[in-house]
């Protein structure tokens, strides 16, 4: 090649032509730098039809490429899936790709990072700086950047405590091999529904074809003893894995339990990683060295050499869908990257997606099945408490019945934990003297008390501020009341109820990184807490052997709001909550407080007839042709001025085309009028499944021409409707 089409990590740009200078070799993929005016940028080498470059320039006006990076080039099935996600979401080729080579740094040739730690040694002269640095880098290590963003000080106070002796540097190896996975380490004694399941997927992998299937078992069944079983596998065949979890929250109890059967840990990949381990891992990845990656969804992209099995763990979650930047769907996505790798994709899940169903009944996925949960243990009993029959006290959220179920949970000493899926202490706080509300001065929203931070918070943009004494608008004192419980209000509760019970509050205000997750599952399994506290993160995957009592505090909370997915996703969240119960060989009790037992959602949980609710769910769907049945596009106009937004809006929605089978909506004025201080519009494409809908949009919007300062998002096969 003497020519090469580099598509560039620079999303504004196509992909554009350089010329090979004598004495190099590209092929496709190759990772190479190249000049792009004064400046140099990181890029990948193309097949030209499979990318039409934007300007056609002569042979003799070609910019020589500097360099290509001695690393193994990306592979073909990563440049299709990098093409097919672009095209489907509607999003620049080079932001897909830079997901793939998230890691630029580890394109580096240095072998060996240094990194910085404490040394023990307190400094001569101690600042209150210097003691918070201390304090808070503790047992970590890092770049000087990464240790001042733990300690929140600049990086001049880290030199310093480095000058003084407080601090070292320690050269890490980036290098140093990850040990291989043992599949034979600690094999376990299937029962024979699980071998069965087990047998088809070890088949799968052997075939190394593209495979998509669900493993649909009940919670506590041992869905994840039988993928590591196809895991066992393609660590025989010596290809890779990669496992995809909802929540960074999940993966330390996932790698402790993976090492337990396979005697070394995977390799994690998630955004809380260093830049050491980072590179390291996206290096071993590349080489194919790295034979187990378990990661959120950004791992999904990763330059696997050989990959030969991926899993989607909890695929029903809607956290595998990303809603900034390229808005995909890792679940989707990962099923696509099976198809061009030629591999199994297992998605597991006891609560399995009706779009997961429907590609089943249409005879596209393969369906396993674990219907009972493994050894003795049974599914809980689920009751639901009628809080217009049994209320609280005045003042109260919890039910007579929830409170005396946990005072005998207690006094058994097993564990109990309430779900309440809202963050902070309430979710509205009002004066009492004059109804002043506080709302987010950039958002569309309520702020949200955190009494334990003390803080007022908007969720949406992160904007807080101390609680005022007195009210803002009428200079009242101390007449702010704080309106519906959240997460916190319910553990005061608890204490007011049981001082004496050790409480755990489990949000992703308390639980933000693996360490801490690890440490609130070691505190469970050692029986140091007697009642949690949690938002949707404790609805995940753990296992708690001694968690007999679950009450879901509010199960109308999310039926409310009315998008599609409102009452399978509250099936989802409350049938996953109550899986935590009675997963140990001691029964488990699930308590459901609703002002409608009556509601098709709680009736199918406390019945356990999950077929019914879901083909009467279905049904709806099919009737109103939303997905999976039809398509929804959401295009989101924005802009700080509200007037630009509107007007841009109102152009997209008059020049629509008309097209057989599709339909706009709007423009109006999206759910959150207001975020980050951009006011936004929203129309909503609604269409026949076999429309080519992206094509439509893409030739829609790019004949339109906006003001600079709006932003036009297009949100394919949507997940949030505000
Ligand atoms: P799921 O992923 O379906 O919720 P898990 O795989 O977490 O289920 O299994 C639930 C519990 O039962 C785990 O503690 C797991 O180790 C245990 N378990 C499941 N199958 C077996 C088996 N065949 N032998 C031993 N323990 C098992
Ligand atoms: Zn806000």
């Known amino acids: 090649m003497t020519r090469a089409r580099v598509l560039l990590l620079n999303p504004a740009l196509g992909p554009l032509d350089y010329r090979v200078p004598h004495g190099m070799t590209v092929e496709p993929g190759s990772i190479v ?43 073909a099935p990563l440049r299709r899936l990098v093409e097919w996600t672009a095209n489907y979401y509607l999003a620049p080729p080079a932001a897909v790709l830079r997901m793939a080579l998230s890691s630029a740094a580890a394109l580096e040739g240095a072998p060996t990072v240094v990194e910085y730690r404490l040394t023990g040694r307190a400094p001569d002269k101690m600042t209150v700086q ?136 995977p390799v994690a990949w998630h955004s809380d990683l260093r830049q050491s381990q980072r590179r390291r891992a996206w290096r071993a990845i590349s080489k194919g060295e790295a034979l187990v990656t378990v990661g959120a969804r950004s791992a ?16 029903h979650e809607a956290s595998f869908k990303q809603e900034e930047g390229v808005q995909y769907h890792a679940r989707d996505v990962a099923v696509m990257r099976g198809r061009f790798e030629g591999c199994p994709v297992i ?6 997606a009706i779009e997961t169903r429907q590609q089943v009944a249409l005879g596209r996925y393969a369906e396993l099945k674990l219907p ?36 005998e949970t207690l006094e058994r000493e097993e564990q109990s934990l309430l779900f309440l899926n809202r963050r902070g202490f309430a979710p509205l706080t009002l004066c009492r003297h004059c109804g002043h509300r506080f709302q987010c001065p950039n958002c569309t929203a309520w702020m949200v008390e955190h ?91 753990y296992h708690f052997p001694n968690l007999t009592l679950v009450g879901v505090v509010d199960a109308d909370l999310g039926l409310q709001g009315g998008d599609l997915r409102a009452a399978e996703r509250s099936f989802q969240q409350i049938a996953q909550v109550a899986g935590r119960a009675g ?47 039809g398509r929804f596009a959401g295009i989101i106009v924005s802009s700080e001025s509200m007037k630009d937004a509107q007007d841009t809006a109102q152009q997209i929605g008059k020049s629509a085309p008309l097209v057989e089978g599709m339909h706009v909506y709007g423009p109006a004025p999206a759910p959150l009028a207001m975020l980050r201080g951009r006011h936004r519009q929203r129309l909503l494409v609604h269409a026949r499944r076999a429309l080519d809908v992206q094509d439509v949009i893409r030739d829609w919007l790019g004949a339109l021409e906006w003001p600079r300062s709006v932003r036009v998002s297009v949100d394919v096969d949507p997940y949030s409707f505000v």
């Open 347 to 352: 998605l597991a899940s006891a609560t399995p």
């Open 451 to 541: 009494r334990l931070l003390q803080r007022l918070q908007c969720h949406h943009c992160g904007h807080n501020m101390p609680p005022p004494r007195a009210c803002p608008e009428c200079h009242e004192e101390d007449a702010l009341v704080a309106c519906g419980p959240g997460v916190e209000r319910i553990a005061d509760e608890v204490a007011l109820l049981f001082p004496e019970a050790r409480r755990a509050i489990v949000t992703s205000d308390t639980l933000w990184s693996p360490a801490k997750a690890a440490e609130f599952v070691g505190k469970m399994e050692a029986g140091e807490i007697d009642i949690v506290i949690g938002t949707q993160l404790v609805t995940k995957g």
């Open 130 to 265: 210097r003691a918070q640095a201390l304090e808070r880098i503790g047992e970590r290590q890092g770049l000087i950047r990464e240790l001042a963003t733990i300690a929140d000080v600049s990086d001049g106070v880290i030199r310093g405590l480095v000058k003084l002796g407080a601090i070292e540097a320690v050269e890490v190896s980036l290098e140093t091999p990850f040990l291989a996975p043992d599949p034979d380490f600690a094999p376990p004694d299937l029962s024979e529904e699980q071998a069965a399941a087990s047998d088809w997927l070890v088949d799968a992998v052997k075939s190394r074809d593209f495979a998509p299937v669900l493993l649909d078992g009940v919670t506590g069944s041992g869905k994840t003893e039988v993928y590591f079983e196809a895991i066992a596998q393609a660590l025989r065949m010596d290809r890779q894995t990669l496992v995809l979890l909802p929540e960074i929250a999940l993966t330390e109890p996932f790698l402790r339990r993976f090492e337990a059967r396979f005697g070394h840990a």
């Open 300 to 315: 999904l992209f990763l330059p696997y050499r050989n990959l030969g099995l991926i899993i989607v763990d909890e695929a």
């Open 583 to 629: 997963r140990g060989e001691k029964p488990g009790h699930v308590y459901v407080q609703t002002h409608e037992p009556s509601a098709p959602v709680i009736r199918a949980l406390v019945s356990g007839d999950a077929e019914s609710f879901y083909a009467a769910e279905t049904e709806s769907r099919r009737e109103a042709g939303a997905p999976p049945f």
């Open 372 to 407: 009972e949960r493994h050894g003795t243990a049974e599914m809980p009993e689920i009751t639901a408490i009628d809080l217009t029959q049994d209320p609280p006290e005045r003042g109260r959220w919890l039910a007579p019945t929830l409170v005396r179920a946990m005072q």
């Open 33 to 75: 730098l190249a000049p792009l005016g004064p400046r140099q940028m990181i890029g990948v080498v193309w097949e030209e039809d499979a990318m039409p470059s934007d300007a056609e320039v002569g042979d003799n006006r070609l910019r020589n490429l500097l360099q290509v990076y001695e690393i193994p080039p990306i592979g």
